[in-house]
């Protein structure tokens, strides 16, 4: 390396000297003295600069060191850690539930028309109104019919055209398994009827398999037999007897000489075993009572929660079974009547009110048994950053007291915890709702005291209460007993005793019964037109009814809506994932007389839902008043060649439908492609608009094919 020169930047360090702005006042002071301080400094450096241009041929440069900071030392968590975490949250979301446990427990009993004990006077009227239970029982046929009126509860559109035939598969799959196979009808009502009461409804989705048995049962088979039966995975091995057959073979070669041979075999005698037949496998809805479910506080969707809970109560039978299959371990910890599982513990409120909601009586509850013992096991679904790369994983955790039973990935392929959620009434920017009990609670708690009210004015009316002097003479146990031409002793009628009798009742006091009803029906949308009460519409026109019905049902209507929006669409796009991921065979389905065949490459692809939220039932007569007005202009329509057979038969199979019917084909058959509108004159089919004769009822009155 070449020399160098530094005596150039040495005198450049003495002329910043004298232009340092934070030169020291002795500096200033004496000028003249030299800057030993840089010089020393500058010395240093030409010394190191000199040592390292000698060894420059020989030094080894070392790899820089990656910087360490606090994020590339997470470590991975362990189960210990999974389960503190885990158990964390846990204790947030019952606080968070806590404040909700309340407000489910006055929604239930003012549904039951249940009223503390402490305003029930004895002796006195007890009667509770029950405007809730009415007003909820009076809109589920409603809802009910909204959404289960058609036989496809849900329409599926393709995103691209390749996606076409895929969603009608995946179309006619789903409602096959709503209507046919998950009792789909039962598990909504229950959804929807959660909601109306409490704000709020969840359910569980997931998959499930279901199995018939039939028991097989072989005196004894030999081990080649039983290795084939035990290797066929439709067929379960329960219990068997082995034992060891020995068997002498006596054996005479050639020359005469005679041996014998002792064989060994291994036998089975009493084989039991079951064997499983496939009813149904697919995606599976269980309904979760409101105060069994438990969510992350602040969370405004189970989609954006970090935590989801599922408080469930198993056996100790179901979880040894689990832990059989694999699914669940350390069952062995887990110690029947723990300390958390008693009255006391720190969860007590919420497992009584968990056993109120289940109609659970811990009277008539026996001593469970061995296997019987309940255990109350939490199934937590949340998102844990557990390899320390920063990222949440979603994960399936399972636990009970202080035993970790099953960690686990999310095993669904959607990736969210299988619940969802729906509310009848949105309060904005709040996982949970506005219930119908909410709104009609006030107004059965004032008809409830009107109705005490009047009924204990009546009874003192009917039967008089007495003044009685305390020296009188009076039999009092005749006084308190007393009956028609019943005679009471007393030493003095005129003045010691006399009847008391309360003021009648002004008429005007039943007006309030008749204004509370009509805020009711304002409130809930549930008029007496819509339950078919009023004895009035009977002289009204039906156009007039099917107006005041059209309106009345605007608040169900919308109800509806919301219910399909937040909660049931959500639900159909979970079954379809669910499809897409489990379904690995052909399978083939039976609807409506015709085989569907259904498989794994087609059930593919993207897709839009639209739940098929129906219409009402004074919406329906409109319709069907609309579709034959719409036949009446086909006839014109076809002589432009703007109609074909195939529109005529879409609007005919669309007012077949409103009325009710699903076998179209054997009213009406499917036209020809390509065939044409007959020439000639079109019948016409005229609307008639529906009067009602004098002394009859609205057509809206007569029962429907519905039952409503």
């Known amino acids: 390396m070449a020399d160098i020169d530094y005596r150039d930047f040495v005198e450049v360090l003495d002329n910043t000297k004298d232009e340092d702005p934070f030169m020291s006042l002795s500096d200033m002071n004496s000028p003249d003295k030299p800057d030993r301080k840089i010089i020393s400094q500058v010395n240093k450096v030409i010394k190191e600069a000199e040592k390292e241009a000698e060894n420059e041929d020989t030094v080894e440069y070392e790899e820089e060191t990656p910087r360490t900071d606090a994020f590339d030392e997470r470590s991975s968590m362990e189960e210990d850690d999974i389960l503190r975490a885990v158990k964390e949250d846990r204790d947030a979301a019952v606080q968070a539930q806590a404040n909700f446990a309340e407000r489910i427990k006055s929604c239930y009993n003012a549904y039951h028309a249940i009223v503390d004990a402490k305003y029930n006077i004895p002796g006195r009227s007890s009667i509770v109104s029950s405007d809730v239970m009415d007003t909820i029982e009076w809109m589920m046929p409603s809802l ?47 959804w929807f009827k959660d909601a109306l009461i409490y704000g709020f409804g969840v359910i569980k989705i997931t998959w499930e398999t279901f199995y018939e048995k039939k028991s097989l049962f072989y005196e004894e088979m030999t081990e080649d037999e039983f290795t084939a039966l035990s290797v066929q995975t439709n067929i379960s091995i329960e219990s068997f007897d082995e034992y060891e057959d020995v068997s002498v073979i006596k054996s005479e070669d050639s020359e005469g000489n005679k041996t014998e041979t002792v064989e060994t075999a291994t036998m089975y005698r009493n084989v039991v075993a079951f064997i499983k037949k496939n009813v149904y496998s697919g995606p599976w809805i269980e309904n979760i009572p409101v105060s069994s479910f438990y969510i992350e506080p602040g969370a405004r969707s189970v989609r954006e929660a970090n935590f989801v809970g599922h408080r469930v109560r198993r056996t100790m039978d179901y979880l040894r079974r689990m832990e059989r299959e694999g699914i669940y371990h350390n069952v062995s910890e887990v110690i029947p009547y723990a300390e958390g599982d008693s009255e006391y513990s720190e969860l007590a409120q ?126 009092i146990g005749a006084l308190l007993n007393v009956k028609p031409g019943a005679v009471v002793f007393t030493e003095d009628v005129n003045q010691s005793v006399r009847e008391m009798k309360p ?133 014109s329509l076809a002589q432009l060649g703007l109609v074909k057979p195939k529109h005529v038969h879409y609007v005919v199979s669309k007012l077949l439908e409103s009325m009710g019917y699903k076998d179209i084909e054997n009213f009406i058959e499917l036209p020809p492609e390509g065939a044409g509108m007959p020439q000639g004159q079109q019948p016409s089919v005229e609307a008639q608009p529906m009067q009602v004769a004098e002394g009859q009822g609205s057509p809206l009155d007569a029962p429907s094919m519905f039952g409503m």
């Open 350 to 475: 919420i497992t009584e009110l968990e056993g109120d909601y289940a109609g659970l009586n811990k009277e008539l509850i026996p001593t469970p048994s061995d296997g019987r013992e309940y255990k109350w096991v939490w199934e937590c679904w949340v998102k844990l950053d557990i390899d320390g790369d920063g990222l949440l994983e979603p994960l399936l955790v399972t636990f009970t007291d202080d035993v970790l039973l099953r960690v686990e990935e999310n095993p669904f392929d959607h990736g969210e915890p299988p619940f969802e959620t729906l509310v009848p009434i949105v309060d904005c920017h709040r996982l949970y709702g506005i219930s119908i009990t909410d709104m009609v609670v006030e107004f059965q708690r004032m008809k409830t005291s009107l109705y005490r009210n009047i009924f204990d004015n009546i009874a003192f009316s009917v039967n008089n209460f007495y003044l009685v002097a305390r020296n009188s003479g009076t039999d």
């Open 144 to 190: 009910m019919r909204v959404f289960t009126a058609s036989h496809d509860i849900v329409v599926i559109q393709p995103v691209g055209g390749e996606d076409v035939t895929a969603a009608e598969q995946h179309q006619a799959l789903l409602n096959y398994q709503f209507n046919y196979k998950m009792e789909g009808f039962t598990k909504f009502y229950t």
């Open 503 to 635: 003021e009648t009742m002004a008429p005007t006091i039943f007006n309030l019964f008749e204004y509370l009803d009509t805020c009711k029906e304002n409130r809930s949308g549930i008029t007496r037109y819509s339950q078919g009460l009023d004895s009035k519409s009977l002289n009204s026109t039906a156009t007039g009814v099917s107006a005041i019905m059209t309106a009345s049902q605007q608040r169900i209507e919308l109800i509806a809506r919301l219910l399909a929006e937040t909660g049931v669409k959500y639900a159909f796009r979970k079954m379809i994932a669910l499809n897409q991921q489990f379904i690995t065979d052909k399978m083939v389905l039976r609807l409506f007389n015709k085989p569907l065949e259904i498989t794994p490459d087609k059930l593919d692809g993207s897709f839009d839902l639209m739940v098929n939220v129906g219409i009402g039932a004074g919406l329906k007569e409109l319709q069907q008043s609309q579709m034959l007005n719409l036949l009446n202009i086909l006839p």
